[in-house]
């Protein structure tokens, strides 16, 4: 599976942690940039990887910059794009079971390399429960 990631300067050090980790655990990992930590702009690189998620290019993205929130709100700029902010491992396996989140964003400057891991872990781990929750997330696809 090809996963895109990218960040701004807030989220390049938790970006070059995550690469790693995510190829070790066999995915193939698109970096998106920046590629390193002058200041840069973070909605470019939350659209970036987005767009890279809704064109087909990576079956799923991670979005990084300081707390996490400018990149979450930019990749949720994309239509299709179902883009969720997650500071714990529940959120992120409910932001994937309930709202099939195709897009995981985090917080350079909030998270630590070890939590950023686990979170990310139980994201790509969980599945969507469909059900109920298809109705909502095809609600969420219409807007």
């Not at 998620?53 to 994309?78: M, P, Q, T, Y």
Request: aromatic share 4%; proline share 2%.
């Amino acid at each position: 599976m090809k996963i895109a990631i990218s960040s701004d300067h807030g989220g390049f050090c938790l970006k070059q942690e995550l690469i790693p980790f995510l190829e070790e655990k066999g995915f193939q990992v698109m970096d998106l940039g920046t590629h390193n930590q002058n200041s840069v702009d973070y909605p470019i690189f939350g659209k970036r990887c987005a767009e890279a998620v809704r064109d087909g290019e990576a079956e799923l993205g991670v979005v990084l910059c300081g707390s996490g929130i400018g990149v979450s709100i930019a990749a949720n700029k994309v239509k299709g794009i179902r883009c969720a902010l997650c500071t714990n491992e529940y959120m992120a396996r409910m932001s994937r079971c309930h709202n099939d989140a195709n897009v995981l964003a985090m917080g350079g400057r909030t998270t630590t390399p070890d939590m950023a891991k686990a979170i990310l872990t139980a994201w790509l781990e969980a599945t969507c429960e469909g059900g109920r929750h298809q109705r909502r997330i095809d609600l969420l696809n219409q807007m």
